[in-house]
């Protein structure tokens, strides 16, 4: 039965955790929307982005755009119409959009009347490691803001990697807090990806937007991955980690390293984009070393076994929570970890940050409107 209760928005909330699970998330940084091979030439399809949604579509020149995911006329969804050489085409009237979001056709009877001169707003996207990435917030300063570097997944001499990712019914601060926070070990008993963390740094860099944690932990104890893992030249008894504001990445040794990329869908949607890479693994019961040639069969094997259903029981254990949090929203904060208080903080400063920009410029064009309006328990 449904309660009159609301769930606490931003500016109403009473606390941290509170305040962290309604934030939104700057749309000023790059995020991964999806895999290079998910459209196609002359394919259009939408991205979400924060309730916020996009029309990414490639041109028959191979680029791909994204413009809002609204006709200017009726309002309708571009993303269910078709692509023309290198525009866009509403599905309703035929209205016709390039690139940079101009309407360029109305192939019907204008009255006689000149073509109206209506533009979309339009964002940056790029292709990168196998993913498609957008900078949902203003156009201008896509090229300013760097994107995650993962140097070692590029080039000739490239490490492995296999992405796997998830949509998860959780709020994007709860997966920063569970991928980041080695206390629930417990959940991971059957497949020990790590195993008896203790917490040794946290170090916060507020310039930078990061916050740093390290933990003595034996990384791979699980029986399947205790087989791979070369101990003999990888010290796998410390892990560091990173919340790199909007994303997390893990490094064991420069030998064992990882990014959580989120997209943060709404206020209880989430997509979680891993990805894990190696710089080597070795062949089970042998002192030997995978052939390079081999690895990714053998990772997109793993992924299927063993990293999905591991990450699965982390997604249930997120989703238990937005859950809990919805009942019980008003219960007495119990964190113990000092480094989850950490990425909350920043998690809320970031978007306080973003909101306060949004209150100067209140005409920015490309700033997307989010949404803030609490909803029923």
Not at 162 to 184: Q, R
Request: with cysteine; net charge negative; proline share 7%.
């Amino acid at each position: 039965m449904s309660t009159n209760i609301q769930i606490p928005s931003f500016t109403e909330a009473k606390n941290r955790r509170q305040k962290v699970r309604a934030a939104g998330m700057n749309p000023n940084y790059w995020y991964p929307v999806g895999y290079v091979g998910d459209v196609g030439v002359g394919e259009v399809t939408q991205v979400v982005f924060w309730g916020k949604r996009f029309a990414l579509f490639r041109g028959n020149d191979g680029q791909l755009r994204a413009i809002e995911d609204r006709c200017a006329h009726r309002q309708l969804e571009l993303s269910k119409g078709e692509v023309h050489g290198c525009q866009v085409v509403c599905p309703y009237h035929g209205w016709t959009f390039d690139g940079e979001g101009k309407l360029v056709d109305v192939p019907h009877e204008l009255f006689e009347k000149p073509l109206p001169k209506l533009r979309l707003p339009d964002y940056a996207v790029r292709e990168r490691y196998g993913l498609i990435w957008l900078f949902p917030g203003e156009r201008e300063r896509a090229d300013q803001v760097a994107m995650p570097e993962i140097p070692e997944i590029e080039g000739a001499n490239a490490w492995a990697c296999v992405p796997v990712d998830f949509t998860w019914k959780a709020h994007h601060s709860m997966i920063i807090d569970n991928v980041s926070d080695f206390t629930h070990a417990y959940l991971h008993r059957k497949y020990e990806p790590f195993k008896n963390p203790k917490l040794t740094k946290v170090e916060v860099d507020d310039e930078a937007s990061k916050v740093f944690v390290e933990y003595d932990t034996e990384v791979g104890a699980g029986k399947l991955y205790s087989h791979f893992i070369p101990r003999e030249d990888a010290d796998t008894g410390h892990m560091r980690l990173c919340y790199e504001y909007p994303h997390q990445w893990s490094n064991t040794d420069n030998w064992i390293k990882h990014w959580c990329l989120v997209l943060p869908i709404d206020e209880r949607t989430t997509r979680a984009f891993f990805l894990f890479y190696y710089k080597q693994l070795k062949i089970p019961m042998l002192p030997v070393a995978i052939p390079r040639w081999l690895m990714t069969p053998i990772l997109t094997v793993a992924n299927r076994i063993l990293m999905r259903p591991l990450l699965e029981e982390d997604g249930e254990a997120v989703e238990a929570e937005q859950e809990g949090y919805e009942r019980h929203f008003d219960a007495p904060i119990a964190e113990l970890n000092p480094a989850v208080h950490e990425f909350q903080r920043l998690t809320i400063a970031k978007w306080e940050e973003y909101l306060a920009e949004r209150e100067r410029q209140p005409n920015a064009r490309r700033l997307p409107v989010m949404p803030s309006a609490p909803r029923q328990a």
